[in-house]
């Protein structure tokens, strides 16, 4: 499965954004989709993840209540709807699949397909 994120920019604080990440040579289906975050100098930090099969969704502490992650089987992608962006989201937003149990939903380890990255700026 390839994996293709969009939709990152820059923004000012308090603005909402949406990231977009679309499947190819492959479906989500029976896969658990990610969304992690790198900012400069800073270890990879998981954002949310939903299961394709039973739409099961995981949230960090971090971006609960503000992000929201979905699914389109239509479109084979998951989007992660972002709301009160804060010069600290600022980073390189990356998607992935996997086959996580529930418990390791939150590990980057547990992905094995990743995408590109897309850039998302908040400015204050």
């Known amino acids: 499965v390839q994996l293709q994120a969009s939709g990152g920019g820059l923004v000012q604080s308090g603005a909402s954004l949406r990231l977009s990440c679309a499947a190819s040579?492959?479906?989500?289906?029976?896969?658990?989709a990610g969304w992690f975050r790198q900012a400069p100098g800073k270890e990879r930090e998981f954002l949310a993840a939903?299961?394709?099969?039973?739409?099961?969704?995981v949230y960090a502490d971090s971006v609960k209540g503000r992000f929201a992650i979905s699914k389109d089987s239509a479109k084979n992608t998951v989007n992660l709807q972002m709301s009160s962006l804060q010069p600290e989201d600022t980073g390189v937003y990356f998607c992935?699949?996997?086959?996580?149990?529930?418990?390791?939903?939150?590990?980057?380890?547990?992905?094995?397909?990743w995408g590109q990255g897309t850039q998302v700026t908040v400015s204050s």
């Open positions: 040579d492959g479906t989500f289906s029976g896969y658990t």
């Open positions: 939903i299961r394709w099969l039973g739409g099961n969704k």
């Open positions: 992935a699949a996997g086959r996580p149990i529930m418990s390791t939903m939150g590990r980057s380890n547990s992905y094995y397909f």
